[in-house]
């Protein structure tokens, strides 16, 4: 089945900086590679997808870029803001087998 | 639609107890989830359906977790006898497809066995 890794686990940055987390995964099936964003105490909502067939995708202060070849993603969050604290998970998926998360990284913006 | 529901949103229960946890999935939705969320362990999933049939439960930690699908706006998630162990956040989801689209998350159900 599939196996996600996910870097770091822990991530401090200052407000106004970027963060950056990457993952990578082991099913050359998988297709879908979604990001959820999980505020303390709150369900994961999903804040941005990619799809096999796109490199990068962009939304506001946030993109992401997907390379094929090397099965890993990464989540880039841009300008970073207290309210962008949270815990964020990669996933991937696109098979018959639903979608495998990682382990999450807690990102820490210091004011 | 109102998302996905899930009920009860806080439990309490004792060693032994029996422990159903329910959800109700987005209408229109051919698939729902059950995700068990700790610290140590991360977000695993337990068991998924597809129109109310059991597709994978390879998650399901032991013979006593169980779950159900009656129909196709409710599902339960059954713990007998529960254990410490099984404290955890349960989360319910539901998508339009199996791995290729998002997954709606519920509010989930914190369980806490004393």
């Known amino acids: 089945g599939e196996n996600v890794e996910q870097h770091p686990s822990t991530l401090s940055v200052q407000e106004g900086d970027s963060a950056v987390i990457k993952c990578t995964y082991s099913d050359s099936a998988s297709n879908y590679f979604p990001w959820y964003k999980q505020e303390l105490g709150k369900r994961p909502q999903l804040i941005i997808d990619i799809r096999s067939n796109v490199g990068e995708k962009k939304d506001q202060r946030i993109a992401v870029t997907l390379n094929k070849t090397a099965k890993h993603f990464s989540l880039h969050i841009t300008e970073t803001q207290p309210e962008d604290s949270a815990v964020y998970f990669c996933?991937?998926?696109?098979?018959?087998?639903?979608?495998?998360f990682g382990k999450g990284t807690h990102l820490i913006i210091q004011p | 639609d109102a998302g996905v529901i899930q009920s009860p949103r806080h439990e309490v229960t004792e060693m032994g107890q029996e422990v159903t946890l329910r959800c109700k999935p987005i209408?229109?939705?051919?698939?729902l989830f059950w995700y068990r969320q700790t610290m140590m362990r991360g977000l695993e999933l337990l068991i998924y359906f597809n129109n109310n049939v059991p597709i994978d439960d390879s998650g399901m930690p032991e013979d006593r977790f169980s779950a159900k699908m009656p129909n196709a706006s409710f599902s339960t998630l059954k713990i007998q006898p529960s254990e410490p162990r099984d404290s955890a956040v349960y989360f319910c989801?539901?998508?339009?497809?199996?791995?290729?689209?998002?997954?709606?998350f519920g509010p989930g159900t914190r369980l806490t066995v004393l």
């Open positions: 996933a991937a998926g696109g098979g018959a087998d639903g979608l495998t």
């Open positions: 989801a539901s998508s339009l497809v199996a791995g290729g689209d998002e997954q709606f």
């Open positions: 209408s229109g939705h051919d698939y």
